[in-house]
């Protein structure tokens, strides 16, 4: 543990959130930024800080001089001044220059991920109107329309109708050389942060899903629902652009999940980034700590969420005045699980980023529940309802079992819990059954519900290729009174449990299973108190009205 | 959310760790310490901070008039001038200078305490030789001796094993007048965290076990690995305690567990405590955060744990040597769900508290083996096996099914599953199936099993009493095979589910429980996904040899 000193371009709140995390590191952070009282500044009392643009080639040296290693927390920096730096071996610089600069161009970074077999939407340079005319025609409307550099949370973009909004755009967007995307019709934007240690070690954090309103981060949802199959292939087209680039730090990697199940790489940041705060409080070690350790070049923290769920939303500045801004933190005191980071910024200007709020949770679904207040306050009468990941998954030999295990599937609706239910039959398809078994706890099932009858194969087949527990339901067939079913379900050989409940009781299927779910969900345990309480109650209802109404006439 | 300035007495680890929290809600935390780049002052820039004693009047006013609300960080302040302050309503100070001049004097503490019935170990003032020796008499040996005041850290105790102690326990004590106590011989120290708002309103955080080395808090284990009716017992102990005194914030409350489960106060603590870091990493709402939130009377956050289960170890100076002192966080780098947090103090001393190490878990299991290797680092060769809180209970209904359910013990045993065992007759000892049934869950299991045979109604009689799944072993009788078991405990009623496994297969039960672990504590899904390897392996070998050996030979 020697002590460190780091230096940082750029002293807002991603600079101060690495200050946090330096803080209990005993790693001094010196910022260079114009405000004396900058985000990060506030919270770093060293004298050290160097007032100045973080593009001021002087005041960069000036850092430099006095750090052991050079940061910055965003890509807009003088790139030339740090490429010499680092050449001349007078400062460690993490990531290197050239990822920097090559990010700063988004083209260019189109390029060279294009060259690396990283999807990405097709595009084209498009210097001028006649250029643009010309991607229209080969990409078709809606039509995405970039500047290469000095672009950030959706300044710099500019979405095409038709060709007539081409004189527009080009006044709109005018400072800059453009480029032409084809629009990615996405069914959801995924991020990763993903971060490598000078060494090369690389680690991802959980895919995450971010929503945004008007070009503008406003929700990361940790860990995104999505199939487990989209999350693999997500976070393996991350860290293979990551790979891509040179030098230590975490790297935020916007994606599109398209309607196939592909992923595109939409753009990379190369420094912790807003889809990431949520880690500072769900996950085990935080981006900014990751950034730190990354750099410093030591061990990396792990990645892994230390709680089932959490949303994060961003308090943008919905005018200049600060009591409104901040109705939402005002609203999230009351808020269990919910956690406020204001930046310490002065002044308040509408969508400028004055904060963020945390919500974690037992479940997505209260989670969920508990971020809706405040949501309400910022986004009133909208309701963002996320589909979610089911957690238990109902699966049953044929469509005549139906009848018998909805009524199952009827009272996890009931508990609001997230299940899925589809037809798998062990003797009609043995491959489904084994993809199906198989997959079932890395796509976020807690637990599996089977219903099958005669010669009733299904839940112990699954139990034999799955680690999660599997509740069997014996349906009743034609002959034998379902004993057949039972004694098929129930006489598993040791090794291989299944749960079995009564001949056609789905009901208690589906209670089993919220039982196993309130173990460690105190909701759900809730919910089966009073589910409880309430058959008890209907008991004793009726032996009021037979005691009542006599037993002759009840 | 009204921009706050907060003054704290005190610039110390436990105000360096209320800046943290205070920066990301836009509180202003100004410091009252003597020490110019005191751990506080470092992480808040602002120029505002008092340089001096914080016992010192005149620094107090002036730090008073610059401020909403004052608190402290340590008990040993000047209480007279904050008196005054708070009299005149110079500043409102919280909590109340009387709280903590009646805390200054463990003495007048304990007396207080008694007075409110709540219950203490018994002591009496020992103003001399012979006052000692008298309470010698009353309470045996060994004797505890403290000083009234000025004690923390064991600073201020002696243990008197014999008379014989005397002199030199009051050479050593000789600062302030003493008391004795009746020695404790208690089987766990415990501790909670209360905070209580201006309005009156309490929340408490979860019971902790504290483990002390040389008088100094050494380990923090959160939750403590107790019976939930002593969790209950220590909770409503420490808030009646805390309702007995004045003014807003976080107490720490510290207990000694008796042998018959009783809980006695030790001490009080009106402020943040080292039994309370843990909850910045574990908790939805730090302890650091809400002293903040109580003194300001804003909605209090919740205190419930976030994590599962959280363990933290001090690191205390094993000399003047810097680099030996942090060996355990440099250790600790490299363990999944370690936060290090350094206080920034720049010098090192024996025994002095220069930082500390929150892991956490999905379990208590994982996070006993995780900080393993870091406390070895402080006491090697010293092992710190905890007792663990059992997850599963296997119960049955007669020692006669013991040889069928000590199989599936052994399963649980194999997989290091903490359970208990035990014998609960649904028809000799209906009352005790009750009462094991109905505190189950409150009591920390996560699944119960239940083997009986014959007209086999425990299993369902306990599902019917608990939230949690039960699974129902049948046992084999001497008569019907065992489907007597097998019908008496699958063919529940709907709405009262029990997970039935074949007849006498109790290793299938065990196997099932830990799937319902593993559904949610990733540690244990991987062991049976391991376990489901090796039963293949094995019967592939059987394979291999079958066809070497040939089927008449085999």
New interface residues.
Partial sequence: ?NIHKVGVLGGGQLGRML??AA????IQIIILDAPV?SPA?????TQQHVHGDFTDADKIKHLANSVDVLTTEIEHVNATILETLARERIVNVQPSPSTIRLIQDKYTQKIHLTKHSIPVAEYRETLNHEAILSAGKEFGYPLMLKSKTLAYDGRGNYVLRTEQDIPDALNTLSKTPLYAERWAPFVKELAIMVVRRANGEIRSYPVVETIHKENICHLVIAPAQVDGVVRQRAQAVAEDAIKTLDGAGVFGVEMFLMDDGAILVNEIAPRPHNSGHYTI?AC??SQYENHL?AILD??L??T?M??PASIMVNILGVSNDM?ET??P??ES??I???????Y?KRECRKGRKMGHITV?GESMTQTQERIKPILATIEPGVTRDLALSPLVGIIMGSDSDLPVMKIGAQILKDFCVPFELSIVSAHRTPLRMVEYAKSA?KRGL??IIAGAGGAAHLPGMVA?MT?????GVPVRGSSLDGVDS?YSI??????????????N?S???A??AI??L???IPGF?TK??RY?ET?ETEVLKKVQRLDSVGWDSY
């Fill in positions: 543990m200050v946090e803080s209990r590191l005993n009282d500044k506030q919270i770093e009392a409080e085990e070690t350790r030591i061990p923290g792990s892994s230390k709680v009591q901040l109705r933190c005002a005191l009351s269990d699980g919910a956690t406020i980071h204001l310490g974690v706890h807690k637990v034999a680690p999660l527990p599997v509740i039972l129930v006489q598993m050989p040791r090794g291989v449990p299944v749960a079995t409940v009564a001949i009781n009901t208690n299927a209670l089993l039982r196993q309130g173990a460690f345990l089966m108190e409880m058959m």
